[in-house]
């Protein structure tokens, strides 16, 4: 997985600063496919897998480590803010936007599956 | 089905990430479910999200990531505080 490199003379907090965008345009869901009854094997192929990666690794960087320190690290909420100084409530905002972008991207994969499955 | 949604619904998946982890408020948690019984959109967005976030936590993915490439890639992303943390 690449990691983008971050500018080290910017601090996370500065960043989150920066970066804060509680608008709720930016996590508009678009696509409506219900793709979650698929099989574990077909959302999981090697394409699959490799989407999923590339999403994550796609994502911004403060969205990305609060992503990975919540859902794959499976730290708490508590845990994710004092790990990165933040605030719960920034990481909480973090996390919607990190979970509805990756649920966008995922969406607009399967959905052609669904089509191809309806074919 | 509409390929839209609308500003209530856009209120409450404000709310979603947080009733998916439980912590979401009982009042707020109730009227969510409310909504979803007869908003097909908002419960495709929860079903898919919640899916989303399953295959994440996938053993298959879990099992991907090499001890020493976790450890590389936290420090990448300058969290070596936490690995000592783990670890200690």
Known sequence: MLIRKRKPEVSL???AQEGEAENIEELKPTVFADWSGLPEDRLLSAEGKALLDGAITSLPYLL???FLLRDIE????????ETLDLTETNVKTRLLRARMYLRERLSAYYAEHLQEEER | MNDHIHSRCEELLGSLSAYIDGE???????ELEKHLEGCDNCRIVLNTTKRTIELVHSPVEKSDLPEDVRER???????DDYLKHQSG
């Open chain 2, 24 to 30: 979401l408020a009982p009042a707020l948690c109730q």
């Open chain 2, 73 to 79: 890639l936290f420090k990448r992303l300058n969290l």
């Open chain 1, 13 to 15: 907090e500065q960043e």
């Open chain 1, 64 to 66: 990305r480590v609060v």
């Open chain 1, 74 to 81: 499976g730290l708490s909420i508590k845990e994710t803010a």
